[in-house]
T-cell receptor, first 112, second 115 residues
């Protein structure tokens, strides 16, 4: 079983729509959670960390549900520029040190 | 401020050769992590270094090794290259190597092609 699983999509949504991505993780020892955005043939860029109480940054809202072991990202009022692949990531501290796991990414295309 | 820098940007090697990839973290950051990203997949964690010590290792063979220098830059070495090593190699830097929120910032990557 993969440590982190995401629906690969693709998600095609009209401008102005609200879209939500979920990501599940398998290791209950996961400590830290992140969403990254990756444009085609570019490096991932940190979008936001995901805190236990949930957090918001403009049109973006991230939630963490430890009981069900998933994190979510909500994008409101989608813009054309939001088209990208969204990657979730978790950090686990094991007896061999830090381990970082990324999902395969969810592709979003915002349509005019 | 300069972000994470990596060199070279592109590299072509043949099977069996050795490759060294380099990374300079964001100024003030002491932790560097290395990832391999194959097309269509998320980054796969290879190593994390903090204060010149290995702090984490992913599930990669011993052909992969790395080190961190006193100035916090890092090298990733891959020996006996295989076709399957063709990928984008990403370096990420963070200000801390321990603790909960290791927010990592990626460099542009080195695209390695093995023929």
């Amino acid at each position: 079983r993969k440590e982190v699983e995401q629906d690969p999509g693709p998600f095609n949504v009209p401008e102005g729509a609200t879209v939500a991505f979920n990501c599940t993780y398998s290791n209950s020892a996961s400590q830290s959670f992140f969403w990254y955005r990756q444009d085609c043939r570019k490096e991932p860029k940190l979008l936001m960390s995901v805190y236990s109480s949930g957090n918001e940054d403009g049109r973006f809202t991230a939630q963490l549900n430890r009981a069900s072991q998933y994190i979510s990202l909500l994008i409101r009022d989608s813009k054309l520029s939001d088209s990208a692949t969204y990657l979730c990531a978790v950090k686990i501290l094991s007896n061999t040190g830090n381990q970082f796991y990324f999902g395969t990414g969810t592709s979003l295309t915002v349509i005019p | 401020d300069a972000g994470v820098t990596q060199s070279p940007t592109h590299l072509i090697k043949t099977r069996g050769q050795h490759v060294t990839l380099r990374c300079s973290p964001i100024s003030g950051h002491k932790s560097v992590s290395w990832y391999q990203q194959v097309l269509g997949q998320g980054p796969q964690f290879i190593f994390q270094y903090y204060e010149k010590e290995e702090r984490g290792r992913g599930n990669f063979p011993d052909r992969f090794s790395a080190r961190q220098f006193p100035n916090y830059s890092s090298e990733l070495n891959v020996n006996a290259l295989l076709l399957g090593d063709s990928a984008l190699y990403l370096c990420a830097s963070s200000s801390i190597g321990i603790g909960s929120y290791n927010e990592q910032f990626f460099g542009p990557g080195t695209r390695l092609t093995v023929l």
